[in-house]
């Protein structure tokens, strides 16, 4: 089984519209948790980190559910420029090491 | 703040040759630095972690001797692919991390292609 699993998609939604991406992960000691946002041949960049108490940042709604290991990413009024891949990332126990999904892929069209 | 430059960001060489990436951290000090590669339509994958003034812990399956890293000092990391072949070919990536968050900074990543 993989540490981390995302769907790799792609979603393909109009502007405007809601999507959410779910993530699991395996170790359930893990600490910190993280969506990253990667655009095509690009690095990776932060895009929030994930709290037990889910959090929010303008459009984009975080959960952890530690008890199912499990992760989302909700997009809300989608915008052409959100398309990119979007990467669950998960810490390995006490260590700085990141454990990244394969990501998923999401394209917005007009 | 926390940007980190990488160099080059591209390059080609010859199969048997050596190439040296560079990665700095321009506004922080980075005790930790990391290398990743990432082969198309993958995921990250993560090298090696790299301590300031100490040497390289390797993740498994990754040769040490192939490739070599040195952290000498707080802002600046290289990572030499020694004897370069064909399916060295990749995308490396580093990132650096200051702080006790976890988060982690990236470079914008070298793309190196082996012919």
């Known amino acids: 089984r993989k540490e981390v699993e995302q769907d790799p998609g792609p979603f393909n939604v109009p502007e405007g519209a809601t999507v959410a991406f779910n993530c699991t992960y395996s170790?359930?000691?893990?600490?910190?948790f993280f969506w990253y946002r990667q655009d095509c041949r690009k690095e990776p960049k932060l895009l929030m980190s994930v709290y037990s108490s889910g959090n929010e940042d303008g459009r984009f709604t975080a959960q952890l559910n530690r008890a199912s290991q499990y992760i989302s990413l909700l997009i809300r009024d989608s915008k052409l420029s959100d398309s990119a891949t979007y990467l669950c990332v998960v810490n390995v126990y006490n260590t700085d090491k990141l454990i990244f999904g394969t990501g998923t892929r999401l394209q917005v069209f007009p | 703040g926390a940007v980190v430059s990488q160099h080059p960001s591209w390059v080609i060489c010859k199969s048997g040759t050596s190439v040296k990436i560079e990665c700095r951290s321009l506004d922080f000090q980075a005790t930790t630095m990391f290398w990743y590669r990432q082969f198309p339509k993958q995921s990250l994958m993560l090298m090696a972690t790299?301590?300031?003034?100490?040497?390289?812990?390797?993740e498994q399956g990754v040769e040490k001797d192939k490739f070599l890293i040195n952290h000498a000092s707080l802002t600046l990391s290289t990572l030499t692919v020694t004897s370069a072949h064909p399916e060295d070919s990749s995308f490396y990536i580093c990132s650096a991390s200051g702080t006790a968050t976890y988060e982690q900074y990236f470079g914008p990543g070298t793309r190196l292609t082996v012919t």
């Open positions: 170790n359930s000691a893990s600490q910190s």
């Open positions: 790299s301590n300031e003034g100490s040497k390289a812990t390797y």
